[in-house]
């Protein structure tokens, strides 16, 4: 066994962090979180000449990495500084499902991708499907040479800002059958495509989106009609490996935070850190997040293994880290008191990244029921 | 032994439901539940409804025009006004300065000041954290040095978490008058018109968007002497005198029931794996696990309260009710966060209504996730739950 990272994924972790260190301080990041856009273009271009989307891709689809410990290097990294660009949705995600599944001409996407001039959604979720990934009610029916797409997409990260969205529709079966599920690439300016967007709590934006009688033609498909369900699960792991390695080095932040306010702010003519009661507390959370960055280690290695191995620590580490994330995002601010509750200290924003992403591909309770099911067969 | 209310309390609740079916107008409820913003003027318009009724300042004895209501009453009302989503009574004046000006103020001070509270011509805030004085109050350092004349107290240093300071024209304030004794014995409580040349109000946005609180600054104010409060250098028991009265609705209950009744309403309308969350074996547990505790915490907040009523004041058992009347309020806080799923991502929140934005609500769960970082603060202010951990300790140790 080894646990260190390889040269290059060292190298891409101290490069990343230098640079997030200089250009993303927390003065920089809340002008973005301000923003009309909700993120700034130019750090998008200067993560992309970093390498730090092409370290998310293999070198067959024109990257450099693109391994479940690539992803996670990556991700604590921007976790840390509480970036809140939307790496993740463009690159992992909708970048990640054309990668798998794309023809050489869809591809071809990833090479803007990779250079940072393409931004991508996944439209996936909808209003009542919760945590179900088979859960689709959106439809998509043949008409003509046309694919015809109606239904309506909850909570799509980085809507506004795609270039174009990959949308999943059932083409047959019932509302939560795993078989009948299609991907298509949809450009965001399509007809009947509306994109209702709106700020996140934790930094970036989202949008509903609706599909109102939106006609692609059948080459926008992606991957076999039907089947995309192995392949959605697939990049929700990727995905999973990138959110919990973020919701990581955010919480590496909020305790080196804490840390340093325990040992500088003083109360009853002592530092605070000298009280027992708040020196044990601190203690836990150092104790947790050795089994979070454990945890974190677990699904990364597991990404490229066979499906029931990788599902189960997918929803292992998923559990874990939004346990200990609350915790940690509960547990710093409280330590802290009133300056934690301010929006202008580092360590709001960076609470606000680590309980929040419990909301997303599943929240503590979703894979503690999820590992049960997948353990118990 | 007798659980229940009698039929005198009973009448008493209906006719505190009623008044709150009446006059909480389906506009005010949204936006106590979260969906807008709750103006100067909505909650000055409620004080006024109350004060018409008489029921506005239920602590106050009813020599000063209050409703001197027992402990059981106002138990009650706070139960039905959280229950029918009322505005919940800006404490400030009422609750925290009153008590005061009625124990230790001069009667000039009370002929002036409380019928200014009970009409709503004054916004009080409370000036008493500063940046370097927060679980450690007694080390607060804003000075007051009387000047060679002997006629005003000239105040310099600042405060901080200043509640609603922005609406407030005056402020009662725990000011520094003798640096050279033991911390507790040189401070004293001040009135201070901010309107007074010299101040300062700057607002500190929370982590959930809102300004809520302040920093106040004082640059050589000059404050009459006649806004002393009681004794120079006796204000240290005043402080204490009135945060036991701060903390007489510290448990909350009314506002855990609430909020648990939201949250029941949330689970059954969200969907998980084609069924109501509610009916999730897991989710459900989260929520009877709370709901058990609650249901002791309450008649443990009546059983303090009915030993208040009887004219036994509250010790220890105050600071009990906080670290588990917060801790209730904020694991609710919790399950509604989860329960919204998704949709608890977008920034819902007071402070971003008025933009263009349309959020998505199909739950109609309002900003779920922004009072849920918001209501970190209860374990924190008001004395924090380590703080108050020590005084049980200390209490009942006898250290």
């Known amino acids: 066994m080894n646990f260190d990272l390889t040269e290059e994924r060292q190298m891409l972790q101290d490069t990343l962090r230098r640079f997030l260190r200089d250009r993303y301080d927390t003065e920089t990041r809340n002008k973005i979180l301000d923003s009309d856009s909700g993120m700034s273009s130019d750090i998008w271009n200067e993560l992309a000449e970093l390498g730090v989307i092409g370290a998310l891709f293999t070198e067959e689809q024109g990257g450099f990495g693109g391994k479940g410990f690539d992803i996670a290097v990556v991700f604590e990294e921007l976790g840390r500084a509480g970036v809140v660009e939307p790496v993740l949705d ?99 300016d399509a007809k009947g495509l509306s994109v209702q967007g709106y700020a996140l709590l934790a930094g970036g934006r989202a949008a509903e989106v609706t599909l109102d009688d939106v006609a692609v033609p059948a080459s926008a498909r992606l991957g076999e009609a039907g089947k995309a369900a192995a392949a959605i699960e697939a ?25 340093e306010y325990l040992g500088t702010r003083k109360q009853f003519g002592r530092p605070i850190g000298t009280f027992q009661a708040l020196a044990h507390r601190y203690s836990d959370l150092l104790i947790e997040m050795e089994q979070a960055r454990s945890a974190v280690i677990l699904i990364a290695g597991h990404l490229e293994a066979d499906r029931d191995t990788r599902e189960r620590h997918v929803s292992s580490t998923k559990n874990l880290i939004g346990r200990v ?20 200290y580092e360590l709001a924003h960076i609470a606000k990244r680590i309980v929040m992403a419990d909301h997303r591909f599943g929240d503590v309770d979703h894979h503690l029921e999820r590992f049960i099911a997948l353990t118990a067969a | 032994m007798d659980l229940s209310y009698s039929d005198e309390e009973i009448a008493f609740r209906d006719e505190v439901r009623a008044f709150m079916e009446e006059k909480v107008t389906p506009e005010l409820r949204e936006k106590v539940r979260g969906k807008g913003e709750l103006t100067k003027a909505d909650m000055e318009a409620w004080h006024a409804t109350l004060n018409e009724r008489g029921w506005l300042a239920p602590n106050w004895p009813k ?74 109050l007694a080390s607060l350092k804003t000075t007051a040095v ?31 008058t003798d640096k050279d004794v033991k911390q507790q014995e040189g401070i004293s409580f001040l009135l201070i018109d901010m309107e007074t040349p010299g101040i300062e109000v700057r607002p500190i946005i929370l982590l959930d968007g809102t300004p809520e609180v302040n920093e106040v600054f004082f640059n050589d104010v000059e404050v009459p002497v006649e806004n002393l409060v009681g004794e120079e250098n006796k204000g240290w028991t005043y402080a204490k005198f009135l945060l036991t009265h701060e903390r007489t609705n510290i448990a909350g209950v009314g506002f855990s029931q609430a909020g648990l009744t939201s949250v029941k309403r949330l689970a059954r309308a969200e969907m ?22 609650l249901m002791a915490m309450s008649t443990t907040n009546m059983r303090i309260v009915s030993k208040a009523a009887a004219g036994q004041a509250p010790g220890v058992e105050s600071s009990m009710l906080k670290v588990k009347g917060t801790i209730i309020r904020q694991e609710i806080n919790d399950l509604a966060r989860r329960a919204a799923g998704v949709y608890a991502m977008p920034f819902a929140s007071e402070a971003v209504e008025g933009s263009n934005e349309v959020l998505p609500d199909p739950l109609d769960a309002g900003p779920v996730a922004a009072k849920y970082f918001n209501n970190r603060k209860l374990s924190i202010f008001g004395g924090s739950n380590e703080i108050q951990r020590g005084i049980i300790a200390k209490v009942t140790m006898g250290s």
């Not at chain 2, 706070?78 to 989503?85: G, H, K, L, R």
């Not at chain 2, 004349?149 to 009662?172: D, E, P, R, S």
């Not at chain 2, 999730?280 to 009877?288: C, D, E, G, L, Y």
């Open chain 1, 325 to 344: 994330g609350r915790l940690v995002g509960e547990e710093s601010i409280q330590l802290h008191g009133g300056i934690a509750m301010t929006q202008e």
């Open chain 1, 90 to 188: 463009t690159a992992v995600l909708a970048g990640g499902l054309i990668a798998d599944l794309g023809t050489e001409d869809q591809q071809a996407h990833l090479e803007d991708l990779i250079g940072g001039s393409l931004q991508l959604a996944f439209a996936h979720g909808e209003p009542t499907s919760r945590y179900d990934l088979t859960r689709v009610g959106t439809t998509a029916s043949e008409k003509g040479d046309d694919i015809i797409l109606n239904g309506r997409k909850a909570v799509v990260v980085n809507a506004e800002a795609a270039d174009m969205l990959v949308v999943s529709a059932r083409e047959s079966g019932e509302v939560d059958d795993a078989d009948g599920i299609s991907l298509f690439l949809v450009p965001k």
């Open chain 1, 235 to 259: 990049r929700m792991a990727a995905a999973n490996v990138a959110l919990t390695a973020e919701t990581l080095g955010a919480m590496e932040t909020a305790c080196a935070l804490t840390k």
């Open chain 2, 146 to 176: 009387k000047n060679d004349a002997g006629t005003h107290y000239i105040v310099n240093g600042q405060k901080t978490w200043t509640t609603l300071g922005q609406h407030a024209n005056m402020i009662f304030c725990l000011v520094r």
């Open chain 2, 63 to 136: 020599k000063f025009g209050g409703a001197e209501w027992n402990a059981v009453q106002k138990h009650i009302f706070e139960e039905e006004a959280a229950a029918a989503s009322a505005p919940r009574i800006v404490p400030f004046g009422l609750g925290m300065l009153a008590p005061v000006l009625q124990n230790f103020g001069s009667k000039e001070q009370n002929d002036y000041w409380l019928p200014r509270i009970l009409n709503g011509d004054d916004w009080w805030c409370q000036g008493y954290s500063e940046p370097g004085a927060g679980s450690d």
């Open chain 2, 272 to 293: 998980a794996g084609g069924k109501p969350l509610i009916e999730n074996p897991h989710f459900a547990a989260r929520v009877a696990q709370v709901e058990i505790d």
